[in-house]
């Protein structure tokens, strides 16, 4: 039996790790040969190698997803590795300045230092935040979006292809407390930017859809795993479900609006959160 993406070739960014590597995984299950880019091209490597032995076909790039000439040889690397381009999904982000994909250290000492400097100074976080800091979240999750975006429809528009993009936003593009300002700034903004490009690409048969996922076991809650006993049953009961959800969750959900099941799909947001954000 076909799988549900037989035969088509799918760009995934900041798949070395996370969400991103559980949708190359997920992808390549269902039949699609897939090019797994990311800055930390160790890991895309990794990714590739599972894929691999399982039987898929895979490509590693490494991409800075800031850099306009690093989205376009990704998208040229899926047309000349496996003559095409037919789906890219945009999971390459960071939750603040200094994030490192797998290093938790930035992450509590973001959090510590925070707490320490403006637990009795309420207010202050917000007017002493640094514009540098800001731009650098916005750059990687915002414009790194629209430059894959751009690459990537640019290779479907000159081939013909009704291809599907997925970007990867969060509850925090709709809820302000689910993250820092600027990345929840920089998750709104992937939101309007979908909603915008799928009117835009939508009479060339291109679909453009988002998700937003809620909190998954990935690096970038890992810090989560730090709290004690109490404080761990406090958070997942602020989620319905009462858990955090897994990275194939949100790869089945990216596997669903890519396939032909969601053809009739655009300008979407699916919010696979465990129930912690509803409307």
Not at 50 to 57: A, L, M, P, S, V
Not at 198 to 211: D, E, K, T, Y
Not at 249 to 254: C, E, F, G, H, R
Request: glycine letters at 10%; proline letters at 4%; aromatic letters at 6%.
């Amino acid at each position: 039996m076909a799988g549900r993406l037989q035969d088509k070739v799918t760009v995934v960014t900041g798949a070395g790790n996370g969400i991103g590597r559980a949708t190359a995984l997920r992808f390549a299950e269902e039949g699609s040969s897939v090019i797994v880019a990311d800055i930390q091209i160790d890991k895309a490597d990794e990714t590739v190698q599972i894929i691999e032995d399982n039987g898929g076909n895979a490509k590693s790039i490494s991409v800075d997803v800031t850099s306009g000439a690093d989205n376009d040889a990704m998208a040229e690397l899926a047309v000349s590795q496996f003559g095409g381009l037919d789906c890219l999904v945009t999971a390459a982000g960071i939750s603040h300045a200094n994030y490192v994909s797998g290093d938790i250290e930035p992450d509590i000492k973001s959090i510590v230092e925070n707490r320490a400097t403006y637990l009795e100074r309420p207010g202050w976080e917000f007017v002493e935040a640094d514009p540098d800091s800001f731009d650098k979240v916005l750059n990687v999750n915002l414009k790194g979006t629209l430059l894959g975006m751009q690459s990537c429809a640019a290779q479907m528009l000159e081939s013909g292809t009704r291809g599907s993009i997925v970007t990867i936003a969060s509850i925090a593009a709709k809820h302000p407390d689910a993250g820092p300002v600027a990345y929840t700034v920089s998750k709104a903004g992937v939101w309007m930017l979908t909603k915008k490009v799928a009117r835009m690409l939508g009479p060339v048969g291109i679909r453009v859809n988002s998700i937003g996922p809620g909190f998954i076991k990935t690096h970038m809650t890992a810090v989560i795993d730090l709290m004690d006993e109490s404080e761990a049953v406090a958070f997942n009961e602020m989620i319905p479900l009462g858990r955090r959800g897994e990275p194939v969750d949100i790869a089945n959900a990216a596997l669903f609006l890519c396939s032909d099941e969601a053809s009739y799909f655009t300008g979407e947001i699916l919010h696979p959160d465990g129930g912690f954000f509803t409307e």
